[in-house]
């Protein structure tokens, strides 16, 4: 029996537990049983029934669910699940197929459902639907993209298919796996970057978010130029990387310090490219560091380039701005530093920021 088809019993069964647990009867119950214990009962339930389905299917070596009550989202009802690493097309459709199904049954208890597959022997790669496509064939096309491109950069990726609009998939998230080794697995990413630029692209109209390389960026990857970029200003500065369980917030002593970057495509749409130098404190040894990343991110033309120490911000952009520049003393300062530090500028770049 099917989740969705076994839903109806299971929710009797749970009333009926409630009610003898907690002396009410049924007409005082089914007007707050959305509200009540009553609620958890039905999302264990459900969330119980569809771990059973899962498991029924030969590719899936184990299955799990976790309840998260009242976080930002709503009541969310968290499924994992290790599937065979050799899992094939047809193996595909078919736990496609009973990931609907059990979406369905979890969404019937007003629970928001999400699903995390890993392969068999991976440790820390993950495909992570926060919502499913609409078709079964989309399912397996974006599973076997995760799968590509996993290989081809020869470490495990976590990506993520985010809700949008209505019951639409809104965004593709290609990230390094939180639990992985960054800076591992970032080299492992710039040397095989050529081999992710061929991997076949999911066919639809869903925008990927792409955070590999020490790169973000929308839509597209971004050019070999900003990966050697990356390369070189790691030899400067530590990748900036915030922790999942971390809840510092800048000005805090123990909020991360690095660099980060991102890449725009041409066109302006998504803004301008950028690099982001941070620093907990202004110190001189952190000013020098920021005044040779931006030298060397002054090769690059049309970029932001910003450097945050404590509560002072400083901004150059490398070359003309179509835009207007928003610019303080302060990042005149920091260009005359730069300047004087026999930096390599084009004539065109200039304190402040590119505002497009």
């Not at 907690?22 to 214990?37: E, P, Q």
């Not at 076949?200 to 050019?223: C, F, H, M």
Request: with cysteine; proline share 4%; hydrophobic share 45%.
């Amino acid at each position: 029996m099917t989740s969705s088809r076994r839903l109806p019993a299971l929710i009797s069964g749970a009333v009926a537990l409630s009610l003898a647990l907690g002396g009410c009867s049924i007409g005082d119950f089914a007007s707050d049983l959305l509200t009540s214990a009553g609620k958890d009962a039905l999302a264990h339930a459900a969330l119980a029934a569809t771990v059973s389905d899962l498991e029924s299917l030969d590719v899936v070596e184990a299955a799990s669910y976790e309840l998260q009550a009242d976080t930002y989202l709503g009541d969310i009802g968290r499924l994992s699940m290790t599937v065979a690493a050799n899992i094939d097309g047809a193996q595909l459709t078919q736990l496609a197929d009973e990931l609907r199904e059990s979406f369905d049954a979890i969404e019937q208890v007003a629970v928001e459902p999400q699903a995390s597959v890993t392969l068999a022997g991976d440790t820390a790669g993950k495909f992570d639907l926060w919502q499913l496509p609409e078709t079964n064939e989309a399912v397996v096309e974006n599973f076997e993209f995760w799968r590509a491109a996993s290989a081809a950069v020869e470490t495990e990726l976590w990506v993520e298919l985010l809700p949008g609009p209505g019951s639409s998939v809104g965004m593709r998230s290609i990230a390094i796996a939180p639990e992985s080794d960054l800076d591992e697995a970032t080299d492992h990413v710039i040397d095989n970057y050529a081999a992710l630029q061929r991997v076949t692209l999911v066919n639809d109209d869903v925008e990927n978010y792409w955070q590999l390389a020490g790169i973000k960026s929308l839509r597209e990857l971004a050019p070999l130029s900003y990966v050697e970029l990356v390369s070189d200003l790691r030899v400067i500065l530590p990748l900036f990387s915030y922790p999942l369980d971390s809840d510092a917030v800048r000005g805090d002593s123990d909020f991360p310090e690095g660099f980060s970057v991102s890449w725009a495509p041409p066109g302006g749409e998504y803004g301008v490219s950028g690099v982001i130098v941070s620093n907990n404190e202004y110190t001189d040894e952190a000013l020098g560091a920021a005044i040779q990343a931006a030298a060397r991110t002054s090769e690059i033309e049309g970029v932001n380039f910003q450097f945050v120490a404590g509560d002072r911000e400083f901004w150059m952009h490398t070359t003309t701005c179509s835009g207007s520049v928003d610019g303080t003393t302060d990042d005149e300062l920091f260009f005359a530093q730069l300047a004087a530090s026999g930096a390599n500028l084009s004539s065109t770049a200039g304190p402040g920021a590119c505002i497009p």
